[in-house]
């Protein structure tokens, strides 16, 4: 249950970066660039945070959390740099 709050507070978090970037946009060219790369730096820390309680406090090995953590980073991720490339 913990996985999929996870991806869906990335998304929620994508989506205000979003918002925030194209507001920006018209008085800062750089918004967009600006707010992908906070949302991508941001995402990595907390996702980084939830493997390290995985592994540190739910005594989970590295082996069973690292492919949690690729879906948990990588999925918000990627979807934000594919909106990025493809919408602005």
């Known amino acids: 249950m913990r996985t999929p709050l996870f991806l869906l ?3 929620l978090l994508l989506a ?3 918002l925030l970037g194209k507001l920006f946009s018209s008085n800062y ?4 660039y600006a707010a992908t790369l906070i949302f991508v730096m941001c ?11 995985g592994v540190a406090k739910a ?4 082996d069973e ?4 953590f ?3 980073f990588g999925l918000p991720a990627l979807c ?6 493809k919408v602005f």
């Open 65 to 68: 959390e690292f492919p949690i």
């Open 16 to 18: 205000a970066s979003m």
């Open 80 to 85: 934000m740099l594919l909106l990025r490339w």
């Open 43 to 53: 995402w990595l820390g907390i996702s980084g945070a939830n493997l390290w309680v």
């Open 9 to 11: 507070a990335g998304f």
């Open 29 to 32: 060219p750089g918004a967009t």
């Open 59 to 62: 005594g989970y090995t590295l």
């Open 70 to 72: 690729l879906l948990i």
